[in-house]
């Protein structure tokens, strides 16, 4: 059974830090394209981040850029987001998502593998 699990989210005020965390199960992580995708409360999903299985080629969002940092462990299935500088219209669900190729999409029928969600809240 494939699981994507994903664990961090948390209430933090403006400027703080967050790091989440996606554990992989029942497929070859290191051969799938890895992403976060998130949703704000009203809006439509929003691709984040991704990073490549084999070069770790690694692209961000214009509206993340410079404050999160995408990576991942193969060694142990998981997948992080380290976020930093955080604001208010940060505040969502994170989904983690895997494809077999990269994907721009920021639904889950465009990726292979879609996990459940993480809340951040950013609010003070």
């Known amino acids: 059974e494939v699981q994507l699990v994903e664990s961090g989210g948390d209430l933090v005020q403006p400027g703080g830090s967050l790091r989440l965390s996606c554990a992989a199960s029942?497929?070859?992580?290191?051969?799938?394209?890895m992403s976060w995708v998130r949703q704000a409360p009203g809006k439509g999903p929003e691709w984040v981040s991704d990073?490549?299985?084999?070069?770790?080629?690694?692209n961000y969002a214009d509206s993340v850029k410079g404050r999160f940092t995408i990576s991942r462990d193969n060694a142990n299935n998981t997948l992080y987001l380290q976020m930093n500088s955080l604001k208010p219209e940060d505040t969502a669900v994170y989904y983690c998502?895997?494809?077999?190729?990269?994907?721009?999409?920021?639904?889950?029928?465009?990726?292979?593998?879609w996990g459940q969600g993480t809340q951040v809240t950013v609010s003070s």
């Open positions: 998502a895997a494809s077999s190729r990269r994907v721009l999409g920021d639904t889950p029928a465009e990726y292979d593998y």
């Open positions: 029942g497929f070859t992580f290191n051969t799938f394209v």
């Open positions: 990073i490549h299985y084999r070069y770790e080629r690694i």
